[in-house]
């Protein structure tokens, strides 16, 4: 049981290339989310999918893109990298709709844009 | 997004200590989390609280929900190495909506 399990933990990419983050989970949640942690930060929520097939923004998703692949994988997708979206990505997920609502995390993608 | 003023940023204990960290809003929350992050890892979650006024343990960490549901403290008791790391408050307002504090970094010294 590998609980959030995330793909790359490192990636540098120079400004303008795309790139795909991926995150699967085997605990049968149904919701997931996608945050990023800049230096001095707290985590802030870029998009989430509340169940399988629907997604929506959280408060900083300008400049992604998400698929919610099935129940198991939801992926980020950066179109067109730049240096301000360098960052740690963290993908989460919880049980939901019904409380409690403790959201787990994987161990995170360190992604430098230059 | 919501504001919450995590205080204090960091901490420098002698093992043995007892650590005293809180978290504060503007807003009201239905249920407070504490998450520790270990460096190069991502958050794990300590203690999760859904009433106004509870009080929860787990093991040498206690944490309090506010009855004013805009706070939440956590505590510490007889601090060891291995306590170090950023702790993270987080209120819920539901399934969807979390929102972090900004972190107090503690340091443990032998």
């Known amino acids: 049981n590998a609980g959030v399990t995330q793909t790359p933990k490192f990636q540098v990419l120079k400004t303008g290339q795309s790139m795909t983050l991926q995150c699967a989970q085997d605990m049968n949640h149904n919701s997931m989310y996608w945050y990023r942690q800049d230096p001095g930060m707290g985590l802030r929520l870029i998009y989430y999918?509340?169940?399988?097939?629907?997604?929506d923004k959280g408060e900083v998703p300008n400049g992604y893109n998400v698929s919610r692949l099935n129940k198991r994988e939801f992926s980020l997708r950066l179109e067109s990298a730049a240096p301000s979206q360098t960052s740690v990505y963290f993908c989460?997920?919880?049980?939901?709709?019904?409380?409690?609502?403790?959201?787990?995390f994987g161990p995170g993608t360190r992604l430098t844009v230059t | 997004g919501q504001q919450l003023n995590q205080s204090p940023q960091s901490m420098f204990i002698q093992e043995g200590e007892d650590v005293s960290m809180n978290c504060t809003s503007s807003s009201i929350f239905n249920t407070w989390l504490w998450y520790k992050q270990d460096p190069g890892e991502g958050p794990v979650l300590l203690i999760a609280l859904y009433k106004a006024g509870e009080l929860t343990s787990n093991g040498r960490l206690t944490a309090q929900f506010g009855i004013t549901r805009k706070d939440s403290f956590l505590n510490i008791s007889a601090s060891i190495p291995s306590d170090v790391g950023i702790y993270f408050c987080?209120?819920?307002?539901?399934?969807?909506?979390?929102?972090f504090g900004t972190g107090t970094r503690l340091t443990v010294i032998p």
């Open positions: 989460a997920s919880t049980r939901s709709p019904a409380p409690p609502y403790e959201q787990y």
């Open positions: 999918s509340a169940s399988e097939g629907t997604t």
């Open positions: 987080a209120g819920q307002t539901g399934a969807n909506n979390l929102f």
